[in-house]
């Protein structure tokens, strides 16, 4: 018999938490009540706001409402680079018209994705049309003025090249950053951002710890990616906003800092690059 999963269960509550980049919609978030009850879940724990990601012109709207329905709820909008071939004029219309919306607060996620391309090219957009659609995406943050928030899996050299041929906007992030420290130093050089997510505390992922110690703190933040990722010792189960924490503390001891201090840090970097105000109390 397989050994049995623990159910997670939160960490000690720690505010002000920020979640950059969650996914309210697999978490339960489907409407109103579901959106308020993930939230009062996280609030419990000392959440104060989290950024939902509607990554896919299906799930566009759905970011919005609970962007619109819950106070504690911002959101982003954009096409996975997954899906690069699924979104036509009329998706793009659409999008550009919601990333607008006052409670939107970045474009993406959107990218390159080479792992699925590989895995499975026949449901994966070509690496030409997840260019051409990143670089749309690229142009229409800087059209907005709103944070450009990045999916790379296994595509950085072409990732920088597109950026440094495009120009980056003001406020770039790597969301659930994940690369090495190569790409991390190139990261910085370029003067971006990074969300770090659950893989940073996995016991092997000590190059990505190190790559949290050498970013500078006023450009690191946390995310949970919910429904993935999440964080030791409950690695394996279903995520959602409220366990972020486990991601904070872990962090925390690794840039040397106090819980308190790190959760503090890492809220007022999401709260300067999203345009948002600091939580109160």
Request: proline share 6%; aromatic share 8%.
């Amino acid at each position: 018999m397989g050994k049995k999963r623990r159910e997670p269960v939160p960490a000690d509550p720690l505010f002000p938490l920020i979640d950059g980049h969650t996914h309210l919609d697999s978490c339960g978030g489907t409407d109103p009540d579901g959106v308020h009850a993930v939230m009062d879940r996280a609030e419990a724990v000392g959440v104060a706001a989290v950024v939902t990601v509607g990554c896919h012109v299906c799930t566009l709207d759905a970011a919005v409402m609970a962007a619109e329905t819950d106070n504690r709820v911002w959101a982003a909008v954009a096409q996975h680079p997954m899906d690069a071939h699924e979104i036509d004029d009329a998706g793009r219309e659409r999008l550009a018209d919601l990333v607008r919306h006052p409670r939107v607060v970045a474009v993406g996620e959107c990218g390159l994705d080479y792992y699925w391309l590989q895995h499975d090219p026949e449901n994966t957009a070509t690496q030409e049309q997840q260019e051409e659609l990143f670089r749309w995406h690229i142009e229409l943050a800087k059209e907005v003025d709103k944070p450009l928030m990045i999916h790379t899996r296994d595509a950085d050299e072409d990732l920088i090249r597109i950026i440094d041929e495009a120009g980056a906007p003001e406020k770039t992030i790597i969301h659930c950053f994940s690369s090495g420290l190569d790409m991390a130093h190139q990261c910085i050089d370029r003067g971006f951002y990074a969300t770090f997510g659950g893989a940073t505390t996995f016991k092997a992922n000590e190059e990505l710890r190190e790559v949290v110690r050498i970013f500078p703190r006023n450009r690191i933040m946390v995310e949970t990616d919910a429904p993935y990722l999440t964080p030791e010792p409950f690695r394996g189960s279903k995520n959602e906003p409220q366990f972020v924490a486990y991601t904070a503390y872990r962090l925390a001891e690794v840039t040397g800092l106090s819980a308190a201090e790190f959760a503090e840090l890492t809220t007022r970097n999401a709260c300067r690059v999203y345009g948002i105000p600091f939580p109160e109390k």
